[in-house]
């Protein structure tokens, strides 16, 4: 602020923001000369406060308070404000077009880090430390910070994103950018952090558990652990739930390599995708064997059945041939 004018020093994503809108700033006076000039906001502020915020909304996330947020001001546009004759809504029908239309990019609201990824594939934002592709390590990264998440670029390329910590010095792994490097040393993986972190989060379900423990017996502690690797590298392709069927599916089969559980985890995702084909007197949980269901796909056979009338008569020769042999020898 410069002494008791309007004039301000704007910081400069403030300058890219109403540039980007074309917003032109005008500033209050402060101090008792501008307390007039500010009042009616501050009272519809005050207005919404009271009427939404007291008490404070419990949710879950901020995203779910945005949406509370959207829908108590849509409900406050057919409100009156006084005894004024119109609504809210009504008001800025006829405020809308003498507006300017809203820019075709969106702006970027987040902050720009440009950290680089340490030895152990993490990157330093605010205290914090959020991990990243292992092909990552010693490369710089370029991170958007957001209110509520941060999502991090290699070039242009989108290659992580995590839910924003609040607190100093924490840390949020995803086990997924540790799978490269834990496939060449499966021993590391009982204790890593990243792992510890997935079942926290419900990502490493106790099925993945009981597959893991069962490969284990049937394959050794190394060996079984690397098809653990296979099968969770299967989760870049393939949706959670279809890929925690897959595995159930697998274990009470006895099957535990990653191929089968990819067969059964797209069989969910088939079976979700296209309605059970069923047949007369056939219920959608029947099994359906292969030959039946093309004998249920083919048209009518409209041909006339098969005679053998030509075969008895070369039966009734054969007989007629056969009794003149024997007379012949009575002879």
Request: overall charge neutral; hydrophobic content about 35%; some cysteine.
């Amino acid at each position: 602020m410069l002494g008791l004018s309007r004039a301000r020093v704007e910081t400069d994503r403030w300058i890219a923001f109403r540039s980007h809108f074309g917003i032109e700033s005008f500033y209050c006076r402060p101090g008792i000369d501008g307390a007039h000039e500010k009042g009616g906001v501050e009272g519809q502020i005050g207005y919404f406060r009271r009427n939404h915020f007291t008490p404070v909304p419990e949710v879950g996330s901020l995203a779910e308070l945005n949406e509370m947020v959207e829908q108590w001001d849509l409900h406050d546009g057919r409100r009156r404000i006084g005894s004024r004759p119109r609504t809210i809504d009504e008001y800025f029908a006829v405020e809308q077009p003498l507006l300017l239309p809203l820019p075709d990019e969106p702006f970027e609201t987040g902050r720009v880090f440009t950290p680089r990824v340490d030895r152990y594939s993490q990157i330093t934002v605010r205290t914090n430390r959020y991990s990243v592709p292992v092909r990552l390590i010693g490369k710089r990264v370029r991170v958007v910070l957001h209110a509520s998440h941060l999502v991090v670029y290699d070039q242009h390329v989108e290659v992580a994103r995590h839910e924003r910590l609040i607190a100093k010095a924490g840390c949020r792994l995803e086990l997924d950018h540790y799978l490269e490097a834990l496939i060449r040393k499966p021993g590391a993986f009982p204790g890593a952090t990243a792992l510890e972190q997935a079942r926290s989060a419900g990502k490493f379900t106790p099925v993945h558990d009981a597959w893991w423990d069962q490969a284990r017996k049937v394959h050794g502690e190394r060996d079984g652990t690397r098809a653990l690797m296979e099968v969770l590298l299967l989760g870049r392709h393939i949706p959670h739930e279809h890929l925690v069927a897959g595995l159930a599916t697998a274990l009470r089969a006895g099957a535990l390599t990653a191929d089968v559980v990819a067969l059964e985890a797209r069989k969910v995702a088939q079976a979700e995708d296209e309605p059970p084909v069923t047949g007369p007197g056939q219920t959608p949980g029947n099994v359906t064997f292969l030959h039946e269901w093309r004998l249920a796909h083919l048209p009518p056979d409209t041909r006339p059945l098969p005679s053998v009338t030509p075969y008895d008569q070369l039966l009734r020769r054969r007989r007629a041939s056969g009794g003149d042999h024997r007379e012949g020898e009575a002879q």
